[in-house]
């Protein structure tokens, strides 16, 4: 409960979050006052910028293996929609982008 005081949450990086949301999956824990916390943390922009597909992948597969509250998982499905669509032209970068090496 301390880490959803006093803005504990927001101290931690994108992968402590996804390592968080994998460690109560992986060990069957449901917490879903800490889950939606992650969630609507998740979901503010300047967060969202931080997550690496990675970390992404892991909490939509926490939330989906630790059958989260269905807001809870329609907003972390919702911000990443937002990753995926935001980065969509670094993951698929256009043939001029390929031959200046820019992404």
Do not use: K
């Amino acid at each position: 409960e301390h880490a959803m005081r006093d803005a504990c949450l927001s101290t931690f990086t994108s992968a402590d979050l996804a390592r968080i949301c994998w460690a109560f999956a992986f060990l069957s824990i449901s917490h879903e006052p800490l889950m939606a916390a992650i969630a609507g943390l998740i979901v503010q922009n300047e967060v969202l910028a931080t997550f690496s597909a990675q970390d992404m992948t892991t909490v939509l597969w926490a939330f989906t293996v630790n059958n989260q509250n269905h807001q809870v998982t329609a907003a972390a499905i919702a911000a990443a929609q937002t990753y995926l669509s935001s980065n969509a032209d670094m993951a698929n970068p256009t043939p001029q982008q390929q031959e200046s090496g820019e992404q």
